[in-house]
């Protein structure tokens, strides 16, 4: 079983709609998650990270995290065009990233 | 802040030869740095993690010989594809953190081509 599992998509949406993307962690030491997207043909940008359950909201990014269900979601509000990339999460534990296997986001205008 | 780059941005090289990239920290001193590997539509495969003056801790499976890892300083590392074949092709991307942080930052990423 992957330390991180995550749905490869693709996901395809109009654009202005609400995106909800999830994935889920086996290893329970995992304090720390992030969220990174990734244009094609370039390196993960680093969208927002947050510590142990909660939510976090930057703009119209949220990432929620609740480590009761080892699950942790990133919510994209009035999505746009240019939010086309592939979406990674990542579990943090002991200086090693554990990243999903990313799930592209396809926003039409 | 935060910005990693990486050079060249592609290459592509004969079977047999080696090939260097290097990753650079521009505003921050990385402590640890990270180097990837990504397949077509493939999520990222960590090689090696390497702290500064210290020895890179490879992944199971990766080659130490075939993949050379240097972190001389606080702000450069490289990664050396020594004897290059065709199946070495691929993204190549490194990583950096500083400290205890819990995020890294990546460079913009290496195309390997081996022809």
């Known amino acids: 079983q992957k330390e991180v599992e995550q749905d490869p998509g693709p996901l395809s949406v109009p654009e202005g709609a609400i995106v909800s993307l999830n994935c889920t962690y086996s290893n329970s030491a995992f304090q720390y998650f992030m969220w990174y997207r990734q244009y094609s043909r370039k390196g993960p940008e680093l969208l927002m990270y947050?510590?142990?359950?909660g939510n976090k909201e930057d703009g119209r990014f949220t990432a929620q995290v609740d480590k009761s269900s080892k699950y942790i979601s990133l919510f994209i509000r009035d999505s746009q065009p240019s939010d086309s990339a592939t979406y990674l999460c990542?579990?943090?534990?002991?200086?090693?990233?554990?990243f999903g296997s990313g799930t592209k986001l396809n926003v039409k205008p | 802040g935060a910005v990693v780059s990486q050079h060249p941005s592609w290459v592509i090289c004969k079977s047999g030869t080696s090939v260097k990239i290097e990753c650079r920290s521009l505003?921050?001193?990385?402590?640890?740095m990270f180097w990837y590997r990504q397949f077509p539509k493939q999520s990222l495969m960590l090689m090696a993690t390497s702290n500064e003056g210290s020895k890179a801790t490879y992944e199971q499976g990766v080659e130490k010989d075939k993949f050379l890892i240097n972190h001389a300083s606080l702000t450069l590392s490289t990664l050396t594809v020594t004897s290059a074949h065709p199946e070495d092709s691929s993204f190549y991307i490194c990583?950096?953190?500083?400290?205890?942080?819990?995020?890294?930052?990546f460079g913009p990423g290496t195309r390997l081509l081996v022809l």
């Open positions: 990542a579990g943090y534990n002991f200086n090693k990233f554990y």
């Open positions: 947050t510590y142990s359950s």
């Open positions: 505003d921050f001193q990385a402590t640890t």
């Open positions: 990583s950096a953190k500083w400290g205890a942080q819990e995020t890294q930052y």
